[in-house]
């Protein structure tokens, strides 16, 4: 076949005009490198932040003007590749952080930033450690601190018990500070506590935890604990005919989505969070049907925080006249200024609002699981 050489010309002059114009549209968008672990033992939260990311994205280059782009790098729950790909991201081009996911990967890599002077706003790191004498990291999710006293709270309001065993991890930064803020606000709201046992990374037996909670008469159990744990303790719970209300906070997210759980051992489990994926809201019923357009799944409270991560570092960068061609010191120095006035999200998981500590403000909700999903709790 023989092609014109006018028309050839033409052609090759449109791939060039196109590639020079899909260019400028790079150079022009605000880049966010967007942290976390899509591979490994914490995917589930990783996958789940990349992914409310990409939908808020999508939605924001719809309305048009200032345009996102996302520069997505795996850490894999580890601390030093987090580093590796925070260096990453920088190298590509990110002018501020949604991330890290995860709160080990988070300390180091905030410490990084913070000497960096790169902004950072985590979707889902809780520990106070991660903000702690770093004005550069802020926090989306709720603190540890704060999600054990809004769990006693809750659990005093709507009278889901009077006797709690709890079961944490004492290894675990995450668990022991959700642990302690629980123990204190469970005294000051009348909870009586028969029963505190510990595991670490390590176990997996856990029936002289559960043994111990039963033997207590707890008819509530306190579960400040990731998912995997916790689907033990519920199977151990099960084979020795336990029926207590078991209490989880947010690292409880993702057990109906574990490969091989069978998810009715967590029916009328009850799980503090920001989230619920059944509200009929219209920005959370179209956000959800996104999501499951993307990925098949439904989301989690770790896809709608980095959602709204995302669409507020976006309008915290159109208030401080912050484009694709600022500096990354230049917009850490703008976005902290945003994030410490009267700058305010309406967002997924609740109305927003910041301190200088970086911790957020909003109120917590309590889901429950029924048949398999998530259904926010009116009792």
């Known amino acids: 076949m023989k092609f014109n050489k006018a028309i050839v010309a033409v052609i090759l002059a449109l791939v060039m005009i196109m590639g020079l ?138 009278q889901l018990a009077t006797k709690v065993a709890i079961i944490y991890n004492n290894a675990d930064a995450y668990s022991t500070g959700i642990y302690n803020t629980f123990v204190a ?53 099960k084979s020795m005919d336990y029926a207590p209300v078991f209490f989880g906070v947010d690292g409880m997210d993702g057990i109906l989505t574990m490969e091989g759980f069978d998810a009715s051992l967590a029916e009328g489990v009850f799980m503090l969070t920001p989230f619920s994926a059944d509200a009929q809201d219209e920005r959370t019923q179209s956000f959800v049907a996104s999501y499951k357009e993307l990925t098949g799944e439904i989301p989690n409270q770790f896809a709608a925080d980095c959602y709204d991560a995302v669409w507020a570092l976006w309008n915290a960068s159109l208030s401080a006249g912050i484009d694709g061609s600022t500096s990354p010191e230049d917009a850490c120095e703008l976005l902290i200024e945003q994030f410490t ?33 998530y259904v926010g709790f009116n009792g």
């Open 21 to 158: 114009a899909s260019a400028a549209m790079a150079e022009d968008a605000l880049k966010i490198g967007v942290i976390g672990p899509f591979t490994g033992a914490a995917a589930i939260y990783g996958n789940a932040c990349k992914y409310g990311a990409e939908v808020a994205a999508a939605e924001i280059n719809a309305i048009g003007g200032l345009q996102i782009e996302l520069l997505e790098e795996d850490d894999e729950h580890d601390a030093e590749k987090s580093l590796n790909a925070y260096n990453t991201v920088l190298d590509k081009g990110a002018q501020m952080i949604a991330g890290t996911t995860t709160t080990t990967p988070c300390i180091a890599v905030g410490a990084q930033a913070n000497e960096d002077r790169v902004f950072m706003l985590t979707p889902s790191a809780s520990s106070p450690d991660v903000t702690d004498g770093k004005d550069n990291v802020f926090q989306v999710c709720f603190t540890d601190p704060a999600q054990g006293t809004a769990s006693a709270q809750y659990i005093t309001e709507h």
């Open 185 to 237: 606000e469970a005294a000051n709201q009348g909870l009586e506590i028969v029963s505190e046992t510990t595991f670490t990374d390590e176990t997996n037996d856990f029936s002289v935890q559960v043994a111990a909670a039963k033997d207590a008469g707890a008819d509530l159990v306190f579960l400040p604990i990731y998912y995997t744990p916790a689907s033990l303790i519920l199977a151990t719970a």
């Open 341 to 373: 006035g009267d700058f305010e999200v309406i967002g997924l998981t609740g109305t927003m609002s910041w301190d200088e500590t970086g911790a957020v403000t909003k109120t917590p909700t309590a889901v429950v699981i029924q048949d398999g999903a």
